[in-house]
């Protein structure tokens, strides 16, 4: 596509412009964008269409990340997101980014983020019109001999034009002389010298001084031109010129010398004597550049560094020289200063695009960077190695030009290296090596590839019973390698059968902390074990999770006393009665106490003790078995009824126990307990020296309330027996419960029964009896009930009525009292 414009001109006073804007936009086969435009284009101007040559949708270009990159030190151009176009941003001058290169291009890189894709583009910058012909001075004096032949050539000042072709110098004019005129010649290279040829004689008489203007004008249009005053004066005769050593002089430097090195020392002679022979060095012609770079001694010839060389900037100055005499002859030559590159550049390493974080699972290949090298030095000193270590999931792949990507390797894991700063190397190969580094951040995002791991594959835990409700047990302890969100971990309990209670209402667990709490207070005897699993879950998307099998075991703590469960515990605080032989012999078997205890372990080991015994030594219990044996043989002295108290305690720490009161009777038969009860009186245990006191206190109260109760019982024992009617003189009781007697020795034992106090004297046959309330009848008054209102009977009477009472049971059983004649 050609597009073409009006041209502009420009006057002094930089008024009204009028350009012609060529583009040239194709598609070069290496995928180059190609633009043209001419120097001095107003900021804002057109270029080209970016979206169009690249194929992209307007909204594509912000979207997708399109930037524009250039090579230079300033940004040139840019782009507008919304319309898709390239516009000048700055001031462009040809000729003081070029200089005399035919060709001025503008080199640039479209790059688009998102694919990280680098596309080359070039402006080339045509040239105008806008620099006219200058001299290196404004004014020029020459001395001439007035013997001076007509024809002589005299050198004059070259002027220079930095614009290109047409535009550029095209020739001299000299102002009107009748002794001068001007003589144009034209090198090899194209350029045009000057030289003021005279004509006709001079004479310093006649004029001593000639004033002239040389005009160089260009070929631009309008034509631009620029001036030089010549003032040439008239000298008497001087007639050797001075030559110079060398037509042309050549010298190679190193860019890096030093300011205040001698570059060259020019020479030159001369044959005449005296003031003709003293010569002068001058600079012929030499670029305002150069001008600050070299400096020239008039008198010795010697040209030294004032500025710093670059070889980047310059590679060859081109100077021209002269040298006067005394008489104002001269001569000239060219100095020409070929610069040597050495590598004093650094590379430069920039960073186009970047990502300052990628997630874990990125695949392969995924580009982090794109990164741009330039050397601004030449031939070896610019080629350049990047690099980055080698121990990381990255790699460096050449791009296009001079742009490099980064990608990945493989598959990164964040919990392996959650971030990288690693540094990429870029090194020149001059020497000697020049490098430069940059370090790269990248952030490894993390995703939810991780479960929550627990400590301990399987947790077994002890809780002591009755432990408070609500308090903590144990423990338990997940981790997740992962962050953020994706490593909080919530616990919980799998529910699991146990019994027909779930778990979930014996324990409770923490959901964030893991600790486990006990909701009720656990009994051993109930329960000793529970086993349930403990369920840990990310906070990921989707969540992960695992789980844990756990065992609480339930520890037994001594909270249960031995329970007895032979003899039966009484109901009203009457002891049981068993029945030994006299005849026994020792280790003879009389009961045993049987006890067991709820708990466990050694919280459930009995062991039995005899506290307290009527006759000490008389009976032994069996310290683990309970049995009660008789230790030595019956004695005549022996009392007929033996308590003793048996102390069962288990071995918990502290101990618990539990006691009972057994009382044995010392007779071989049933019949002989009851002539036995009425023809002795009941024991009486021998009071210990510990006890003496208290007993005498406790029998001085009793006595007082036992005489109390004598009154009050002859009261009502009187009007009892007013009252009583017995028409057959014989008492016969009903509902008498079938004996619980076990047979031992052909006589019947007492078993799980409580025998009423009977209290008998052995001079009165007077004796009490307790009955408690109940229903009688008569056997002998045809069963006609009756009932007993007095608990007390006297024995006499009863022996009155009935004759020889035989045998006398009184056994408590339902409440019930009944009398047996044999």
Sequence with gaps: MELAMATFSQDCKRGAIFWLIVVNVCQAVTGQIHYSIPEETGKGSLVGNIAKDLRLELKELSHRGVRILSRGRTQYFALNYKSGHLYVTERIDREELCGQLGKCVLNFDIIVGDSMKVYGAEVEITDINDNPPTFHSEKLELKISEITAP????????????????????????????HFSLNVQEAVDGRQYTELVLERSLDREEEAIHNLVLTAYDGGDPVKTGTMQIQVIVLDANDNAPTFSQHIFEVSVREDIPVGTTVVILKATDLDEGVNKELIYSFRRITERDSQIFYLNSHTG??????????????????????????????????????????????????????????????????????????????????????????????????????????????????????????????????????????????????NDNPPHFLQSVYISYLMENNPRGASIFSLKANDPDCGENSRITYSIIEQNMSVFPVSSFLSINSETGVVYGLLSFDYEEIQEINFRVKAQDGGSPPLSSNVSVTLFILDQNDNAPEILYPSPPTDGSTGIELAPRSSEPGYLVTKVVAVDADSGQNAWLSYQLIKATEPGLFTPGLHTGEIRTARFFLEKDALKQSLVVLVKDNGQPPLSASVTVTVVLADTIPAILSDLSSISAPVDSPSDLTFYLVIGVAFVSCLFFMFLLVLLAIRLHRWRNSQLFESRSVNFSGVPVSQFVGIDGVQAFLHSYCHEVSLTTDSRKSNFGFPKGKCSSVLTGQQPCEIKDPFLIAEDIKSSYGDLAKVQCCKSLGDLWVTNN
């Design 151 to 178: 024809g002589s050539h005299f050198p004059l000042y070259e002027a220079q034009d930095p614009d290109l072709g047409t535009n550029t110098l095209q020739g001299y004019k000299l102002s009107n002389s009748s």
């Design 302 to 447: 010697e040209i030294t560094l004032v500025g710093c060389l670059d070889y980047e900037e310059t590679t060859l100055h081109e100077i021209e020289v002269q040298v006067h005499d005394g008489g104002e002859l001269f001569d000239k030559s060219k100095l020409l200063v070929f610069v040597i590159d050495v590598n004093d550049n650094a590379p430069k390493l920039a960073i186009t695009s970047l990502l300052s974080s990628i997630p874990e699972n990125s695949p392969p290949a995924t580009p982090i960077a794109l990164l741009n090298v330039q050397d601004e030095d030449s031939s070896e000193n610019a080629e350049v190695t990047c690099s980055i270590p080698s121990n990381l999931p990255f790699q460096l792949t050449k791009s296009y030009g001079n742009y490099y990507s980064l990608v990945t390797t493989k598959a990164l894991d964040r919990e392996h290296e959650a971030a990288y700063n690693f540094t990429v190397t870029v090194t020149d190969h001059g020497t000697p090596h020049l490098s430069t580094s940059v370090v790269i951040p990248l952030e490894i995002l993390d995703i």
